[in-house]
């Protein structure tokens, strides 16, 4: 989990407000992507991976890993279905690298973020609050004066088959640092390795609202699904500290490792309510690139892991 000092408090609270605003306040569930379920296997590093980085997940054998699947927004209870909350989807990995050491991959299903830094997301969040109101001229205008939020917005964001075959992007840039001490930036990249699969607007209205959910089950009883981990490597003039600019697909990708999910977890066990996942690597080798939105997203998730811990015992969700 984040290391337990939120270095913005106000912004942090301030954001952790404007979400609340937005999907109302749930106690107990995450304030985004509230709506999740868990799975379970590991993490097998590719030989390039420690080329790239000294992180101790990319030099040892496999690595027992958390998954965490979920949909968009922070309602609980949001069809699987919907076309315009449900997506971005998220995931989010955690590496368990020994009893309570551990880093995250934190994830979502369209490549790039709306904004630049927290005050913008907080601009972001207020303007679709307003929206919601019955004041879409709040968010018209913001869009307006943004351009790569509006990108984001316009995005296509299909309805995937399954859960495993969605691909995610991590939201911001990070240093690799390998055991020679040679630094490269980059952006973790998940992908399935059966490959992306969507339905049609017209495939996906005639599903369950909870139709991921009850397929993933199934799934990984018949056979393991197998992601592939990759970092897609900044080239000069690449900005690695705005997460609203995605980068071309023709940047290089470095295979990293094979993320291997067995069963789907019990979200209840007592160790799994407690996560708190880190958006900040806080690992030997792996490090921010210094964009502003991973300290932000790490506060808010660290602020946020507190009230549902609270809320629910020690967090339920």
């Known amino acids: 989990m984040p290391t337990g000092t939120i270095a913005n408090p106000v912004l942090a609270?301030?954001?952790?407000?404007?979400?609340?605003?937005?999907?109302?306040?749930h106690p107990g569930f995450r304030p985004a992507h509230a709506k999740g379920l868990m799975c379970s296997g590991t993490f097998t590093p590719s030989?390039?991976?420690?080329?790239?980085?000294?992180?101790?997940?990319?030099?040892?054998p496999p690595t027992p890993v958390t998954v965490r699947y979920s949909d968009s927004t922070g309602v609980p209870t949001i069809p699987d279905n919907d076309p315009a909350r449900s997506s971005p989807r998220g995931i989010a990995i955690r590496f368990h690298l020994a009893d309570h050491v551990h880093t995250d991959i934190v994830a979502q299903s369209t490549d790039?973020?709306?904004?630049?830094?927290?005050?913008?997301?907080?601009?972001?969040?207020?303007?679709?609050a307003a929206a919601g109101a019955g004041k879409p001229e709040a968010m018209g205008a913001f869009l307006a004066s943004h351009p790569n939020a509006k990108r984001f917005i316009e995005a296509p964001k299909p309805i995937p088959t399954s859960f495993a075959r969605e691909a995610f992007f991590a939201v911001t840039a990070f240093k690799f640092t390998n055991a020679a001490g040679v630094s490269r930036h980059g952006r973790f990249r998940i992908?399935?390795?059966?490959g992306t699969e969507y339905l049609t607007e017209q495939q996906a209205a005639q599903k369950s609202?909870?139709?991921?959910?009850?397929?993933?089950?199934?799934?990984?009883?018949?056979?393991?699904?197998?992601?592939?981990?990759?970092?897609q490597m900044a080239e000069s003039g690449d900005?690695?500290?705005d997460a609203s600019v995605p980068w071309p697909d023709s940047r290089t990708e470095i295979p990293f490792g094979t993320i291997t999910l067995t069963t789907r977890a019990d979200e209840q066990e007592p160790e799994r309510r407690k996560i708190i996942f880190d958006p900040d690597p806080r690992v030997e080798g792996i490090e921010s690139a210094g964009d502003p939105l991973t300290a932000v997203r790490a506060d808010i998730y660290l602020l946020s892991g507190r009230r549902r811990r609270a809320a629910s015992g020690d967090g339920k969700r």
């Open 13 to 25: 609270q301030q954001l952790l407000d404007a979400l609340d605003a937005l999907s109302g306040l």
């Open 209 to 231: 609202p909870n139709f991921l959910f009850d397929e993933i089950g199934p799934r990984l009883a018949r056979e393991p699904v197998k992601l592939g981990v990759f970092v």
């Open 47 to 60: 030989p390039e991976a420690a080329k790239l980085t000294r992180a101790p997940h990319a030099n040892r």
């Open 112 to 128: 790039g973020f709306s904004v630049r830094t927290g005050e913008e997301f907080l601009e972001f969040l207020r303007a679709a």
């Open 239 to 241: 900005n690695v500290a």
């Open 191 to 194: 992908r399935p390795a059966a």
